[in-house]
């Protein structure tokens, strides 16, 4: 008799929902339960727990946005700041293949805020991004001196990108189908663009872009990545020295639309005589 009073009464339990049905498939099903009455259902979870399909509840409060406790918020802030100094960092570059930034003085970081409009932070983190690219030396208590790069030192670096480049340029003749080396006609065109009009910044971002795109086709990231810091520490202008004219600029841009020809008709002979002469006598 007892035994029967405990079967109904665990059946009329069943009946109004204190414990869980289970779904055709065997599994538990999804019960809605929020998160502040955890526990008051027995063998339920949070809706979003990973059972019967939903996700992880820390990965439904990241979609919505919410903060997870235990977890630091996002840094909003940092990536608004970042991002200042990024520009920062593009204009500060731009100035110094143009030459406005000479060779052998120093700039303060807030005198180059107030030029830029911004406080001297991001111009500091910017000027020591350079420090380490050796653009510029830090000079304590006063600032950042822009490097003295002499022709031997750039005729140094042109030398050990050549080791780097010409014989990965050459395996990639080989072994590049012609409508990939297509491909690149507009970043080629890009460096005759810039050249025509002697715009020395975008010529020096556009050549390097075209140097990038042709090396990452071997694949290797680290190779990429090395070039191109040589690539960028190449482009710093001659210590008082002339900016570079644009004839020159149109010679260099001349030999990528050229080169890129050789590729595509695979003309080994040519490819191989043009990526010599470009790293012989050019900063491109």
């Known amino acids: 008799m007892e035994q029967g009073s405990a079967r109904e009464s665990a059946r009329a339990a069943y009946a109004l929902g204190a414990f869980p049905r289970t779904a055709a498939d065997g599994r538990m099903p999804e019960c809605r339960v929020p998160e502040q009455s955890r526990g008051e259902r027995p063998g339920c979870e949070p809706t979003g727990s990973g059972r019967a399909g939903g996700r992880p509840a820390g990965e439904e409060q990241a979609a919505r946005g919410e903060h997870i406790h235990g977890e630091p918020a996002a840094?909003?802030?940092?990536?608004?700041?970042?991002?200042?100094?990024?520009q920062i960092l593009d204009a500060l570059r731009a100035a110094l293949v143009d030459g406005e930034l000479v060779p052998g003085r120093v700039y303060s970081a807030p005198a180059l805020g107030a030029r830029f409009g911004v406080s001297a932070t991001p111009v500091r983190?910017?000027?020591q991004r350079l420090?380490?690219?050796?653009?510029?030396?830090?000079?304590?208590?006063?600032?950042?001196?822009?490097s003295e790069r002499g022709p031997r030192e750039l005729a140094e670096l042109a030398e050990v990108r050549a080791?780097?480049?010409?014989?990965?340029?050459?395996?990639?003749?080989?072994?590049v189908?012609?409508?990939?080396?297509?491909?690149?006609?507009?970043?080629?065109?890009?460096?005759v663009t810039?050249?025509?009009?002697?715009?020395?910044?975008?010529?020096?971002?556009?050549?390097?872009?075209?140097?990038?795109?042709?090396?990452?086709?071997?694949?290797?990231?680290?190779?990429?990545?090395?070039a191109d810091e040589l690539h960028?520490?190449?482009?710093?202008?001659?210590?008082?020295?002339p900016a570079t004219r644009r004839a020159d600029l149109l010679a260099d841009a001349s030999e990528h639309t050229a080169l890129l020809d050789a590729l595509v008709s695979q003309d080994l002979t040519v490819v191989q005589a043009l990526v010599r002469e470009h790293f012989a006598g050019a900063d491109g």
């Open 194 to 226: 810039a050249a025509a009009v002697g715009d020395r910044a975008a010529y020096a971002e556009s050549d390097r872009a075209f140097h990038r795109a042709v090396l990452t086709l071997s694949g290797n990231e680290q190779l990429v990545t090395v």
């Open 232 to 241: 960028r520490r190449s482009q710093w202008p001659l210590v008082s020295g």
């Open 131 to 146: 420090a380490v690219e050796g653009a510029v030396e830090v000079v304590p208590n006063r600032g950042f001196r822009v």
């Open 163 to 175: 080791l780097i480049e010409v014989p990965v340029m050459l395996g990639l003749a080989r072994t």
């Open 177 to 191: 189908p012609a409508h990939r080396w297509s491909a690149l006609r507009p970043l080629a065109e890009a460096t």
């Open 75 to 86: 840094p909003r802030a940092a990536v608004r700041r970042h991002s200042v100094r990024g």
């Open 125 to 127: 983190e910017a000027m």
